[in-house]
T-cell receptor
Framework: EDKVVQSPLSLVVHEGDTVTLNCSYE??????LLWYKQEKKAPTFLFML????IEKKSGRLSSILDKKELFSILNITATQTGDSAIYLC????????FGAGTTVTVRA | NAGVTQTPKFQVLKTGQSMTLQCAQD?????MSWYRQDPGMGLRLIHY???????DQGEVPNGYNVSRSTTEDFPLRLLSAAPSQTSVYFC????????????FGNGTRLTVT
């Protein structure tokens, strides 16, 4: 059965810290892996990864995929209180399946 | 830009009642889907559609029906609500079912008593 596991489930950091979120997956027909950020309402798209070893960056956020070891990480550097959210990882095998998410709390 | 619009935002039902959650998108997206989100369980796929007239079941379809008569609309029907269906429901769409990111609506918080 295809599945996505995210770790940790939650963490609390202080502003300026660096955060690393993990996503491991077991899928039959992997097409892509996506990261979303969810604050109070709808998840918003961060990254889509299809190739191993190629880092995607957007400001202080970056992500990389390892298709051999079947995992991805999302890094957030110099965290700010606005980074507090649930971060969701999902894989695409013609329909998107999500992990349970990691709740990040950034304290001032 | 409206994007994906869900109505209502909140709903309280009694066990056994039926209702329809509405979802509309104005981006001409072919792919639409419904998810429910429960604490500690992430987003679970209920039903999805790859185009008008085509629907399929996701991970947790029992107790829900969908139809896709137009590209824009993808309503979710609860035939006989149960307390286990208390959840936050998200509708999402994308350009296609392959490599396009999903765009989510703002969700409907449903409570079944």
């Amino acid at each position: 059965e295809d599945k996505v596991v995210q770790s940790p489930l939650s963490l609390v950091v202080h502003e300026g810290d660096t955060v690393t979120l993990n996503c491991s997956y077991e899928v039959t027909n992997f097409r892509s892996l996506l990261w979303y950020k969810q604050e109070k309402k709808a998840p918003t798209f961060l990254f889509m990864l299809t190739s191993s070893g190629i880092e995607k960056k957007s400001g202080r956020l970056s992500s990389i995929l390892d298709k051999k070891e079947l995992f991805s990480i999302l890094n957030i550097t110099a965290t700010q209180t606005g980074d507090s959210a649930i971060y969701l990882c999902a894989f695409n095998d013609y329909k998107l399946s999500f992990g349970a998410g990691t709740t990040v709390t950034v304290r001032a | 830009n409206a994007g994906v619009t869900q109505t209502p935002k909140f709903q309280v039902l009694k066990t056994g009642q039926s209702m329809t959650l509405q979802c509309a998108q104005d981006m001409n997206h072919e792919y639409m889907s419904w998810y429910r989100q429960d604490p500690g369980m992430g987003l679970r796929l209920i039903h999805y559609s790859v185009g008008a007239g085509i629907t399929d079941q996701g991970e947790v379809p029992n107790g829900y029906n969908v139809s896709r008569s137009t590209t824009e609309d993808f309503p979710l029907r609860l035939l006989s609500a149960a307390p286990s269906q208390t959840s936050v429901y998200f509708c999402a769409s994308s350009k296609d079912d392959r490599d396009s990111p999903l765009h989510f609506g703002n969700g409907t918080r449903l409570t079944v008593t």
